[in-house]
């Protein structure tokens, strides 16, 4: 197969990583918005969580962007290993030891680690929260809708002996997370030849902005429901 095949092609890689990046961006704001919800004491607060997660779980179009967000995750990691791996090959190894400080920012050289943290942090978000309201065993509210905020509340809950590893796990890969989009966020205008010395710097106010205020509201939630409960 030719080096040309969108498989193969660098320039393929880095614009399929900045595409799916910034969809990703889009459902984590989404995302954002319906977990807020969390925020809202008692029946009320039930009620509007649950209704968001029966919206999302059920709504014809809503579905179809959650099949997108699943493939645009996959192709993410896959490229991001991919891109990790050519890059590495075709950098002389001790050039980038003695150089790679002045050459790169700490979340660029790290994009890897920072990445790592945030799928196994995925892997277990998705068992806990995503596998219970889809297959597990699951009670329902009194409006007959599956009860996924008394699952949360029970997870976080401090009579849960893992809660406080969880609360402390959440607010790492929200770090990791943080890091993660300054960087990414930026380097998918780059990628994609969006930068211009005009907007640049816009660009990057808005990426360090997006990547400080959404993982410090996600991190937010479960001290929250943590402590809420002590």
């Given amino acids: 197969m ?12 880095k614009y399929v990583m900045a595409l799916s990046g910034l969809f990703l961006c889009l459902f984590l704001l989404g995302h954002l918005v319906g977990n807020l919800q969390l925020f809202i004491p008692g ?10 997660a029966h919206f999302m779980t059920t ?13 645009a995750v ?3 990691v896959v490229d991001g290993i991919a891109l990790t791996l050519q890059n590495r090959k075709a950098r002389p190894t001790g050039y980038v030891k003695e150089k790679g400080s002045a ?9 890897g680690i920072l990445g790592t943290i945030i799928l196994v942090f ?9 596998y219970v309201m889809h297959f597990g065993p699951i009670d329902f509210d009194s409006d007959g809708l599956k009860d996924l905020h008394t ?9 849960n002996g893992l ?34 010395s005009k907007y640049s710097p816009l660009i990057e106010r808005a990426g360090l902005l997006f990547g400080i205020v959404v993982p410090a509201l996600f991190a937010s939630i479960p001290v929250y429901l943590f402590y809420i409960q002590l």
């Avoid at 014809?60 to 967000?69: I, N």
């Avoid at 406080?164 to 929200?174: D, E, F, P, R, T």
């Fill in 2 to 13: 030719s080096n040309s095949g969108i498989l193969r092609s660098s320039l393929a890689k």
């Fill in 43 to 52: 029946e009320e607060g039930q009620q509007a969580f649950n209704e968001y």
């Fill in 59 to 71: 709504f014809p179009l809503v579905k179809l962007l959650s099949y997108l967000t699943y493939a």
């Fill in 74 to 76: 996959l192709f993410h």
């Fill in 103 to 111: 050459n790169a920012s700490w979340s660029s050289r790290n994009m």
């Fill in 122 to 130: 995925l892997v277990s978000h998705m068992q806990n929260f995503w």
């Fill in 151 to 159: 699952v949360v509340m029970r997870f976080f809950d401090p009579e």
């Fill in 163 to 196: 809660a406080g590893l969880a609360v402390a796990g959440y607010v790492l890969a929200q770090f990791a997370l943080g890091f993660h989009l300054i960087h990414g966020f930026q380097s998918a205008f780059q990628s994609l030849g969006l930068r211009h």
